[in-house]
């Protein structure tokens, strides 16, 4: 496959790998747009973390409230059935209505709770390292998600209605 130029010169063909590469440079071009261009906080400014959480005990009733129920599920279920999709809620609400700091402290006491829960009921056959390895993968899964829910709301926020 060969490509022209904007001179009108033709390119010398390129590889599939270069193709990969393209792609990956176009993606981490655009998410590092996203992060750079993001518009303010909030709308509303709190003047403590007291009073952004009595504005928002609902939803943080209803995180909390779909985390331990994620955290019940994976004490209940079979060890093959994958539950951090279901803990993704109550960390993107909480993303999505307040803020990711809240977000990714929800995912990091999920991430906490599930080890201590492991080894208090002696469900992890395995040793530490792989205790630290599923801590570190999860809370990097359920980050990447606090992420996203935070980056919708701060874009939501800023456009005009």
Request: glycine share 6%; hydrophobic share 50%.
């Amino acid at each position: 496959m060969s490509f022209e130029s904007p001179d009108g010169k033709r390119k010398a063909s390129t590889s599939g790998a270069e193709h990969f590469l393209f792609a990956w440079f176009r993606i981490y071009r655009w998410i590092k747009q996203c992060f750079l261009n993001q518009p303010a906080q909030s709308n509303v400014e709190y003047s403590s973390w007291y009073e952004e959480f009595s504005a928002n005990r609902i939803t943080f009733a209803a995180s909390l409230a779909a985390l331990a129920g994620a955290l019940v599920l994976h004490v209940v279920l079979p060890p093959g059935v994958s539950e951090p999709p279901l803990a993704i809620f109550g960390c993107a609400l909480l993303s999505l209505v307040v803020n990711g700091r809240w977000g990714t402290i929800a995912a990091i006491g999920y991430c906490v709770m599930v080890v201590v829960v492991k080894i208090y009921f002696h469900v992890a056959p395995f040793g530490m390292a792989a205790l630290l390895w599923n801590f570190i993968m999860r809370l990097l899964f359920l980050e990447v998600y606090v992420l996203l829910f935070d980056m919708v709301r701060r874009q939501a926020g800023s456009s005009p209605e």
